[in-house]
């Protein structure tokens, strides 16, 4: 099995500091990369047989895609501030991104036929909702749920506050069970503020074929290809991260673990 995290690389000529594949990840459909673009630099991609939702994680930029130009799109200066945007790509197509100033963007991509337009995801559009309580409360902003189109991908931000628990109590999506369960594979793209800090996830299975126990540092991604996969953000950090997720079916059905189950009842 791939290691389950993944560090940042030196951005290459394209300001790329992350390609996850289904190759690289040992899995089939969730695609990831971060990019970060100085001021006036342009990417250009074709998306080919997979759909792309494009996240500015901070900054600005000029956004063109299936052949129409949607102006530029952003604005925060970084993922920890409100209204993301966001850029929905389809299959079959290509789009271009111009920096207007330094900018950090998250391509997220997975299986897809080309059914739907290109169209930018406003703020507004971005349901938000905070979940939990006391120490497992967290806030999340939800880019592309399934209540919107797309044909394979589910994209999410979430906060957790310092010293809180998030993706908690433990669950997890890895069956292809419906109506109980789907089958979702899963990236966690994790930032710290201040950036010296950590988050720990652990990430596992019933049987524990699977346990690990990962620290994520600011800019690093932790895999999930199967299991349940809690994540803590320590006293004084607080942490974002970005979640992608597709699979065969698009919809998000998780069962939670037995043994921290009881605490649901109580909340």
């Not at 791939?2 to 040992?26: F, Q």
């Not at 059914?115 to 967290?138: D, H, S, Y």
């Not at 749920?145 to 906060?159: R, W």
């Amino acid at each position: 099995m791939p290691n389950l995290l993944v560090k940042p690389s030196r951005p290459d000529a394209d300001g790329r500091i992350h390609a996850v594949t289904p190759e690289t990840a040992g899995w089939t459909y969730v695609g990831f990369e971060v990019f970060r673009l100085k001021a006036g630099q342009s990417l250009h991609r074709e998306t080919h047989r997979r759909e792309a939702c494009i996240v500015m994680l901070s900054g600005r930029a000029r956004a063109s895609a299936a052949g129409q130009d949607f102006g530029t799109i952003g604005g925060r200066s970084s993922p920890f501030e409100p209204d993301p945007w966001s850029l929905y790509v389809p299959a079959r197509s290509e789009w271009t991104l111009t920096a207007d100033g330094d900018c950090e963007i998250a391509v997220c991509t997975a299986p897809a036929e080309g059914r739907l337009p290109a169209r930018v995801i406003r703020p507004e559009r971005v349901g938000q909702e905070t979940r939990g309580k006391g120490t497992n409360t967290r806030h999340v902003r939800n880019i592309l749920p399934e209540t919107e189109p797309a044909e394979s991908l589910l994209v999410v931000e979430v906060i957790t506050p310092p010293g809180h628990w998030s993706s908690y109590p433990p669950h997890k999506h890895d069956r292809d069970a419906l109506p109980d369960e789907s089958l979702l594979e899963e990236t966690y793209y994790h930032r710290l503020n201040p950036p010296t800090g950590f988050a720990l996830q652990r990430v596992y299975t019933d049987d524990r074929s699977l346990d690990e126990t990962l620290a994520a540092s600011d800019g690093d991604v932790v895999l999930v290809p199967r299991g349940y996969h809690p994540v803590g953000a320590p006293h004084g950090y607080e942490l974002y991260y970005l979640n992608v997720m597709a699979g065969p079916k698009r919809i998000w059905k998780f069962h939670n673990d037995p043994a921290h189950e009881w605490m649901l009842a109580k909340a």
